[in-house]
T-cell receptor, first 113, second 116 residues
Framework: GDSVTQMEGPVTLSEEAFLTINCTYT??????LFWYVQYPGEGLQLLLK?????DKGSNKGFEATYRKETTSFHLEKGSVQVSDSAVYFC????????????FGQGTTLQVKP | EAGVAQSPRYKIIEKRQSVAFWCNPI?????LYWYQQILGQGPKLLIQ????????DSQLPKDRFSAERLKGVDSTLKIQPAKLEDSAVYLC??????????????FGEGSRLTVL
């Protein structure tokens, strides 16, 4: 079945460092791909998405490119801030489009001043 | 716009007891989801409703879990009897359906269950 694999955390960075969180997926067809973020004490919220190969999703300085050839959707940010400390989840929605999301296990990011 | 509302936020029960969680989705969202998030893992879908019909309940442990969405709006998830391994955060989410669906799910803050 469809699945998502994320890099293990926690990831600890200093402020203004470059961030990469790896995400790869297994799916039949052409899924849509998402990054969700969960800030401390808050619910999951959509960070960015891409719906077809080579699309780049971006929001709040974060970017991810849908790479069909490597089945990847890595999250990047050029300069992280303390306020980016959160848990990040990669997810896919299958091409059958029932709407449900399949999530990776999450990666905790801690940014230190 | 009001978000997805869930209650209670926290619940502690003994094993073999029962518990119920309530969810009120965003107004106009026809699709409602219940996810289970065990500590250190990603959310796992338990059940998906479209209006008051079940779309997917393949991963719902039906011997102990039940869910309903009687009028196509609010939903209740029940666990009876609870087991230790049911300790988790239960997330409710909703989304538009059809051409209005952007693929985004809107999540509530979750209900944290501890089974002792």
């Amino acid at each position: 079945g469809d699945s998502v694999t994320q890099m293990e955390g926690p990831v600890t960075l200093s402020e203004e460092a470059f961030l990469t969180i790896n995400c790869t997926y297994t799916a039949t067809g052409y899924p849509s791909l998402f990054w969700y973020v969960q800030y401390p004490g808050e619910g999951l919220q959509l960070l960015l998405k891409a719906t077809k190969a080579d699309d780049k999703g971006s929001n709040k300085g974060f970017e991810a490119t849908y790479r069909k050839e490597t089945t990847s959707f890595h999250l990047e940010k050029g300069s992280v801030q303390v306020s980016d400390s959160a848990v990040y989840f990669c997810a896919l929605s299958s091409s059958s489009n029932t709407g449900k999301l399949i999530f990776g296990q999450g990666t905790t990011l801690q940014v230190k001043p | 716009e009001a978000g997805v509302a869930q209650s209670p936020r926290y619940k502690i029960i003994e094993k073999r007891q029962s518990v119920a969680f309530w969810c009120n989705p965003i107004s106009g969202h026809a699709t409602l989801y219940w996810y289970q998030q065990i500590l250190g893992q990603g959310p796992k879908l338990l059940i998906q409703f479209q209006n008051n019909g079940v779309v997917d309940d393949s991963q719902l442990p039906k011997d102990r879990f039940s869910a309903e969405r009687l009028k196509g709006v609010d939903s209740t998830l029940k666990i009876q009897p609870a087991k230790l391994e049911d300790s988790a955060v239960y997330l409710c989410a909703s989304s538009f359906t059809g051409t209005a669906n952007t693929g985004e799910l809107f999540f509530g803050e979750g209900s944290r269950l501890t089974v002792l």
